[in-house]
């Protein structure tokens, strides 16, 4: 099969001015791709000490892009919620919060939908659990600062029902804006932020929100606490271990050629590390600009925790079949040192999006990359970056 139609839009992707001068590579570890978009919060503006109707009105025209409730009195009362302590145990309700946790999964998923075209409905359930569970939803209402908003409690909140009044309050804020305008207002002004909100998030703090949502966190909570522990006996043992340095009869000179035998070991680790690394062989040896993606690392997350550890070419197939799409190929785009322990290749996964299969002139389009010591490593990675790249698209496959 001639490819020379793949060669030239590697040569357009290199000259493109947006990518030109990019030094984003594919990492060997496929599970880091990603990086996060942050968004630039709004200068904050001080809460005042007593809210006010006027207050809440104009809270929610400048968070959510302008909107303005038709009937004021839905909105106070949204942000109202009632909190009843009896016998130990604390009842929190909000007025049409029954009607707001009925519609938001079903405006979430249509959001999702048009936000991601080329997603079906094996991600989109795991997205909507996620985004739908209870930290995220509280989380997102603190993140935009509008708990500040929630009409003062009459009943002393225990600290860990905190995030269920956060729920049931953005709850019904839904339900009255579902009342008062319809779907519409939810899905273009309310929804986009969920994901402004976990565009924000470092990978370390997407982990452990991730973490939360599950119902097995339990669980993993008592793994993370023995980890501590474990780490903690680690920190002591290190610490006895350094006294018994401090207490020993070595002179300083000795303790001084020692730490500088430590340094200079460390470094030598670190820096073999660095030269066996994929990305640096690739950075310094193969000559070839990979197009930058801006994919957050939560949208990644997701994606392969639902597929686990399920063939991505498959994946990405069943994905174009779905679409009425011809089915992918891979092309070695590069490689070096075959056969050696310095081996490396670069593949990109294609498919022809021609109208007809019989055409005479075939347009390529290229869905993602890979690299890897192996072919079999290489095409592995370039058919995961190409199901992350095809589902993140806004456009749906053409």
Sequence with gaps: MNFNVIKQSLNFISKNSSIRNSNVFLLEHIRNYGTNTIVQPKPKKDIPNVITNKDLVQMVKET????????????????????????NKTYITAEN????????????????????????????INFVKFISSSVVISNTLQHFRLHHYIKKLESRLPTFK???????????????????????????????LFLQYLNTLSPDEFKEIYKLSKPYYI?????YKQNQEEQQQQQQQQQQQQEEINNSSIS???????????????????????QKHLYYQFKN???????????????STLILETTQDIDHFGRIQTLLFQ???????????????????KSLYLHALYYDSSPEKDSTEKNYKILGYGF?????????????????????????LI
């Excluded at 959510?64 to 016998?87: A, C, M, Y």
């Excluded at 040896?285 to 949208?299: A, G, L, T």
């Excluded at 679409?323 to 322990?341: A, C, D, M, Y």
């Excluded at 890897?372 to 749906?396: I, P, V």
């Design 285 to 299: 040896q193969i000559d070839v600009v990979v197009p930058e993606h801006s994919i957050p690392s939560w949208f």
């Design 64 to 87: 959510f892009s302008g909107l303005e409730f038709k009937r004021n009195d839905l909105l106070s009362k949204s942000f109202s919620p009632s909190v009843i302590v009896s016998e």
């Design 252 to 274: 300083n000179n000795n303790l001084k050629i020692i730490n500088q035998t430590l340094e200079s070991q460390k470094s030598f680790r670190i820096e073999q590390v660095e």
């Design 162 to 192: 905190y995030q269920k009044l956060y729920k049931m309050t953005f709850m019904s804020f839904i339900g009255s804006l579902y009342i008062d305008q319809g779907e519409n207002e939810i899905k273009e002004k309310i929804m986009p």
């Design 323 to 341: 679409h009425s799409k011809n089915p992918s190929n891979f092309h070695l785009i590069k490689e070096l040192g075959r056969g050696t322990s």
């Design 372 to 396: 890897g010591k192996t072919l079999h490593q290489s095409k592995k990675n370039a058919a995961t970056d190409a199901l992350l790249r095809t589902l993140y698209d806004e456009n749906k």
């Design 219 to 223: 669980t993993e909570q008592d793994q």
């Design 97 to 124: 919060s029954n009607i707001g946790f009925k519609v938001f999964q079903l405006i979430l998923s249509r959001y999702l939908f048009e936000r991601f075209p080329n997603m079906s409905d094996l991600y989109l």
